[in-house]
């Protein structure tokens, strides 16, 4: 006996079923090296594309492997979908055998799925030499396994797999297959760029001329490879296809899918087409590094849309233009899509930059050319010396209210600190730092031992400072990066350490240089700690 589909799954109307957004994340951008996930991982995610807005998040292959199995019995006990319909992947029946006889069909209809998507061989060679089949039967093997599909109540998609190469080897053929899955009642036929080695043009010839041919509802599977999986899947759209397949910020086998994000950025934004809820373009850049966060690797900064530096700019000329009117160097007004304008500061940074980064992190400049030179001057001395500010928004402000106050911010002052490594008969190494400070008055002594120098100094900061300032309890170091710069000594190299530091409400960047590692990250972990004072509201040292 098989399960029936679960209403439940599809109860909401979508935004407009005669075009598709159709996410295989869960399955096929689960190919992707690096990226392993659990079934609480796929459920996570499933519910992050709904909140998306996606009409169709592909699970898995049920039956294939007992986790797929698993993520759907749970999905369909633990997620009331609102906006996406679950869709359940598969083969078509096996050479020779009937479609209600086989056991991965009879998976798919278990795993109580409305819609299932087969895979169909279309590639005349793949037939042959895969499948060891003939033609002929290959078409049986679709007809049958569809018809068989939909009289069980299912929806069915089917997946034409190297549909591109196999049209460019034999296009009567390749479009045989999409007229036999049309026919035995398939919604969809997907024209999939397995190999992912087509170009835009080449994409929007064959789609026009197959839909012209065939008259089959058309949708598009794009893979990476020649890096315009993205501008494929457009070009698909535009000859007609009204079925899009993606996968979140692009991952997917080998160099990976049409990455949903910019997708269904241009469908909204550029094509005007309804494709996701109201109000869920904004959720985008949120959505893409939550997802991101799951599958435990880090977001693309570049990334169009969502990247943190998708809106991010360092040229004086840029900044100068954009003070005017942001939209002279950018194409959409960023929060529609839910991220933010940037301004970087560099070596590179104008006037207009700076006041704009000023503007940006709420310090008031008041038009004063005079402190808006000394920034820009300071700026560009401090990154001929190793400094970087694009990264350490903390430690550009600390130095821009200090240009504009007239004296550095300061809640504490080191008289000295010291850092001692002690190697061990044994093997072991003992870390001690001892620091040496003033806050409020007093001179502060503090001893700490760590599982490094570092560490050791980290938490003799905290020892001698916590007492006066309680508030940096709640600080916690959250990343430590560490970059030899080119220098003209070899080991006597200058060193610059990135730290970024979190309140448990946000986190920010500082920076430090020195002639040694631990010399910088003492700077770094001094701004840290004098920012998150200035968060906290903490009142500075007379």
């Given at each position: ?16 079923d005669t ?16 990226i ?11 519910r ?33 979908f ?12 096996r ?6 006889e ?5 998976a798919l209809?278990?795993?109580?799925a ?22 002929d ?11 068989y ?27 045989q297959?999409?007229?036999a ?11 999939c760029?397995?190999?992912g080695?087509m ?9 026009s001329?197959v ?11 794009a ?12 070009a ?18 080998r160099?990976?899918?049409?990455n949903?994000?910019p997708?269904?950025?241009a ?8 494709v ?9 850049t949120?959505?893409?590094h ?17 990247g ?9 000329l ?27 500061v560099s070596d ?5 930059s700076?006041?704009?980064k ?21 700026v ?21 209210r ?31 730092a001892?620091?040496?400070m ?12 760590g ?23 709640k ?5 430590y990066?560490?970059?030899?710069l080119?220098?003209k000594?070899?080991t ?11 309140d ?21 972990l ?7 004072l ?9």
């Amino acid at each position: 006996m098989t399960d029936a589909p679960d209403d439940n799954q599809h109860s909401t109307p979508r935004v407009d079923d005669t075009f598709h957004v159709f996410d295989t994340t869960l399955r096929d951008g689960a190919q992707r090296e690096g990226i392993n996930l659990t079934v609480a991982d796929k459920l996570t995610i499933a519910r992050h594309l709904d909140d998306f807005g996606v009409g169709y998040i592909e699970g898995g292959w049920p039956g294939a492997n007992p986790r797929d199995t698993e993520f759907f019995a749970r999905a369909r006990a633990e997620i009331d979908f609102k906006h996406a319909t679950l869709v359940a992947f598969g083969a078509t029946r096996r050479a020779g055998a009937r479609a209600e006889e086989d056991p991965q069909v009879a998976a798919l209809l278990e795993s109580g799925a409305p819609v299932v998507t087969l895979v169909a061989k279309s590639h005349d060679r793949h037939v042959e030499l895969a499948l060891r089949t003939t033609l002929d039967e290959n078409l049986e093997m679709v007809r049958d396994t569809v018809s068989y599909l939909r009289s069980q109540g299912r929806r069915v998609f089917v997946d034409c797999e190297h549909f591109f190469d196999g049209y460019r080897a034999n296009p009567e053929y390749a479009k045989q297959v999409v007229r036999a899955a049309a026919e035995a009642g398939a919604e969809v036929v997907i024209l999939c760029d397995t190999n992912g080695g087509m170009l835009p043009a080449q994409i929007q010839a064959v789609v026009s001329t197959v839909l012209a041919d065939t008259g089959a509802r058309l949708g598009i599977h794009a893979q990476d490879d020649t890096g315009c999986a993205v501008a494929n899947t457009l070009a698909a759209v535009d000859a007609g296809a009204t079925h899009v397949q993606c996968t979140a910020n692009g991952y997917g086998e080998r160099v990976g899918n049409a990455n949903l994000f910019p997708v269904v950025a241009a469908l909204e934004l550029k094509y005007g087409k309804k494709v996701l809820p109201e109000g869920a373009l904004a959720e985008m850049t949120r959505i893409s590094h939550a997802i991101a966060e799951v599958v435990n690797l880090t977001p693309s900064t570049h990334q169009p849309y969502v990247g943190v530096s998708a809106f991010a700019h360092k040229a004086g000329l840029h900044a100068s233009a954009i003070k005017v009117d942001p939209d002279l160097y950018q194409h959409i007004d960023p929060e529609l899509v839910g991220n933010t304008m940037r301004m970087l500061v560099s070596d590179m940074a104008g006037r207009a930059s700076i006041e704009l980064k000023g503007k940006e992190l709420g310090v008031d400049l008041g038009g004063d050319r005079e402190v808006v030179g000394r920034v820009v001057e300071r700026v560009k001395e401090r990154e001929l010396e190793g400094y970087t500010y694009e990264a350490a928004d903390a430690s550009f402000e600390l130095l821009l209210r200090s240009e504009v106050e007239g004296r550095p911010l300061s809640f504490f002052r080191t008289e000295s600190w010291r850092a001692i490594v002690e190697d061990r008969p044994d093997g072991t190494h003992a870390n001690e730092a001892t620091v040496k400070m003033w806050a409020k008055g007093e001179r502060i002594v503090a001893t700490a031992e760590g599982n490094g120098p570092v560490n050791a100094l980290d938490l003799a900061m905290r020892v001698g400072l916590e007492r006066i300032y309680p508030q940096l309890a709640k600080l916690e170091l959250v990343d430590y990066k560490v970059r030899i710069l080119e220098g003209k000594h070899g080991t006597q190299s200058t060193t610059r350490v990135l730290i970024t530091t979190s309140d448990g409400d946000g986190e920010w960047s500082t920076v430090g240089v020195g002639e040694n590692v631990i010399a910088a990250s003492w700077q770094a972990l001094e701004d840290a700690y004098t920012y998150g004072l200035l968060r906290a509201g903490a009142v500075p040292a007379e």
